[in-house]
């Protein structure tokens, strides 16, 4: 139930960024994380593509404004306002950029990370679980977008790509045939080849 519950939020608060802070910029947003920073409000790392299929990360700030809090009423249009104002990305980067993602250590149930751009980014996520779920989307994102495998030093590759064995189904197709091919020369090996021809 409280796994429902939280999914539920999660989606909301997926929807209420993309309506506010992404669609605004003709980019789609694909993940996002809650993380922890110093400043006050809560905090998220996003990952979005725009229409060009340049994939940018971002930390977008959430705080509600005083007037905020105070309308209850029954202006959507100031509500709504409000709402936009909340939401502030403060550091945005191009994936293209990202050289690195460091996971510190493998070994143990750490949430923090590191971004290596042109300088070092830290950070926290809420979980581990979350931590490995944007590394997992920005693995997939720079695969498709950008053509290049993403460096990362310091991950248990079991939950990064998890059925890395069976992934790629391009590879189970061509073992199967030539599968079928040894098996179907065995067979025709094992004939008995009329002597009589």
């Not at 669609?23 to 998220?44: D, M, N, Y």
């Not at 994939?55 to 936009?84: A, D, M």
């Amino acid at each position: 139930m409280n796994d429902t519950v939280e999914a539920a939020m999660s989606s909301l608060l997926r929807e209420e960024m993309q309506r506010v802070l992404f669609r605004p910029a003709k980019e789609r947003l694909v993940e996002f994380i809650e993380i922890e920073e110093p400043s006050q409000g809560r905090h998220f790392l996003c990952v979005s593509v725009a229409k060009n299929k340049v994939v940018q990360l971002c930390i977008v700030r959430c705080q509600l404004s005083q007037s905020s809090l105070k309308s209850g009423g029954k202006n959507p249009s100031t509500k709504r306002s409000n709402i936009q104002d909340c939401y502030r990305r403060t550091e945005i980067w191009s994936l293209e950029n990202l050289t690195l993602v460091d996971g510190r250590d493998p070994d143990v149930d750490d949430p923090c990370f590191l971004l290596h751009f042109d300088k070092v980014r830290t950070v926290t996520a809420t979980s581990c679980s979350a931590k490995y779920a944007i590394v997992r989307s920005l693995v997939a994102l720079s695969d498709q977008h950008c053509q290049k495998s993403l460096n990362l030093q310091n991950f248990d590759w079991a939950y990064i790509k998890p059925t890395s064995f069976y992934s790629n189904r391009g590879d189970c197709v061509v073992l199967s045939q030539i599968c079928f091919y040894a098996f179907n020369l065995v067979c025709l090996s094992m004939c008995p080849v009329p002597l009589d021809a």
